[in-house]
């Protein structure tokens, strides 16, 4: 029941706060405590049912299932962590809307020679994709370095043949990923093969990809030394994409782009890594599910690996995550979707290119206790030490509730407004 008034209630409040000036901060501001705690409550059940169906036909019972989102590419869910690992309203959609429009690409990146990239959560790829996309519209031609963090190699290899959206307009796109993880796909043939014979696999992968295997297959055993094996699929893929990449035009072509996998825990990795980075995405499953990369001292890590015009992006809303960005020494703003909708966190060491930045409401809310963060102090605490710690804490607390903050903070912007109307 609540379920079904939610969008009723929500929807009802927003227009009235749309036509009553005097009103309207108090509204937009109790429309913000639906917004971060009723409305997520109601969508998340909404999600899961959505999940539930799409999950249906699925034997796979293994660490992650594919499935279609609504904008037709593949995503998956990790039966593990229980949790998705893109946005069921689309993966593509999302790499697009969440990590690459706040960018802000052409006016903050375009004019650079070089620019170095830094994909945590690399998964099947699709912000490096939606970067990649970003980069033939906007015909940047300067270099570009990707290091891709994800430890689930076999979803990193996986990334190129994803049915993901990209390949009839961008096949360069899953070209130039093929080329840069084609050493490691071959020595890992034997896991790859068994996913891909799967036939209820078969629908999640580009067409070209079978047609490679069932070549590889038939030839595969007969050339063992790498260096065959390296050509012959090279050979197979382009006779697969040729016709294809000859309509593309060479400026289009992702020449100057290198994309290195690292399959480890992203907190060791960004251990052993020593270059700037201007654009950091952050793509880790939902905090309070998987917190090993929410916690200060992971985002201190960052902070030392960040160029001074560096953006990190994330879809997290999290009031204790923008702390812990904040406390870690960078400025925070928000992302908004093309709705209006709070979409996401942006930081940087430049404040100025910060678009919007967090209001007088946000900054109450990290003082409260959902502004409590995770920490980490030797990045490999597992999760339940990193949750066991955080909720000790929380426990002990006492700082005001996010609840009462609210409620309080709506009360008083009302008094302001009653009074300045006077
Ligand atoms: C929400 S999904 C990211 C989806 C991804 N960006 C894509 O386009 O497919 C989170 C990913 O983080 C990976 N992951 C989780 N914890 C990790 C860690 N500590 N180090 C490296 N990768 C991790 C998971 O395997 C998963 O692929």
Redesign the pocket.
């Given at each position: 029941m609540i379920t079904q008034l939610a969008p009723c209630i929500i929807l009802s409040l927003y227009i009235v706060s749309l036509y009553c000036d005097n009103i309207c901060v108090t509204y937009r501001d109790i429309f913000y405590l639906i917004d971060i705690k009723f409305y997520n409550l109601c969508m998340s059940d909404k999600i899961d049912k959505i999940i539930e169906k799409k999950l249906k036909d699925s034997t796979n019972k293994e660490l992650y299932n594919f499935l279609f989102t609504n904008d037709g590419s593949v995503g998956?869910y990790n039966n593990d962590v229980k949790d998705i690992?893109?946005s069921i309203f689309g993966?593509k959609d999302e790499?697009w809307q969440k990590f690459i429009k706040p960018l802000n690409f052409d006016k903050v990146f375009f004019n650079k020679k070089e620019i170095n990239v830094l994909d945590i959560?690399?998964?099947?790829?699709?912000?490096t994709k939606a970067l990649l996309k970003k980069i033939i519209t906007s015909s940047y031609n300067g270099r570009v370095f990707i290091d891709a963090?994800?430890?689930?190699k076999e979803?990193v290899l996986l990334s190129p043949f994803i049915k993901d959206g990209y390949f009839k307009t961008y096949p360069e796109i899953s070209q130039v990923i093929c080329k840069s993880l084609i050493d490691s796909i071959i020595l890992n043939k034997n896991s790859l093969s068994r996913i891909f014979i799967n036939k209820s696999n078969q629908k999640y992968f580009e067409p070209f990809y079978n047609s490679l295997i069932k070549k590889y297959k038939y030839w595969g055993y007969s050339y063992s030394i790498l260096r065959h094996n390296k050509a012959f699929l090279h050979n197979i893929y382009y006779h697969c994409i040729s016709q294809r990449m000859k309509t593309t035009s060479k400026q289009r072509i992702l020449k100057d782009v290198t994309i290195n996998p690292h399959f480890d825990?992203?907190?060791v990795t960004i251990q052993k890594l020593d270059k700037q980075y201007d654009i950091i995405f952050l793509?880790?499953?939902t905090p309070s599910k998987?917190p090993?990369?929410w916690s200060i001292d992971f985002f201190k890590q960052l902070y030392k690996l960040s160029s001074y015009n560096s953006l990190l992006v994330t879809y997290s809303n999290s009031a204790a995550v923008r702390h812990a960005l904040i406390d870690a020494g960078f400025y925070v703003g928000k992302i908004f979707d093309t709705s209006g909708r709070s979409s996401g966190t942006i930081a940087s060491k430049n404040t100025l290119l910060i678009e919007h930045p967090l209001t007088d409401f946000d900054f109450g809310l990290i003082n409260t206790t959902a502004g409590i963060y995770y920490k980490d102090e030797n990045l490999n605490s597992t999760a339940k030490e990193i949750i066991d710690d955080y909720n000790k804490r929380r426990q002990n607390s006492n700082l005001e509730s996010s609840s009462k903050f609210i409620k309080n903070f709506s009360k008083n912007k009302q008094e302001n407004n009653d009074a300045i109307s006077c």
């Open positions: 998956l690992y893109h993966a790499g959560c690399y998964g099947i790829g699709y912000n963090l994800e430890y689930n979803l825990d992203a907190r793509d880790a499953f998987l090993t990369l």
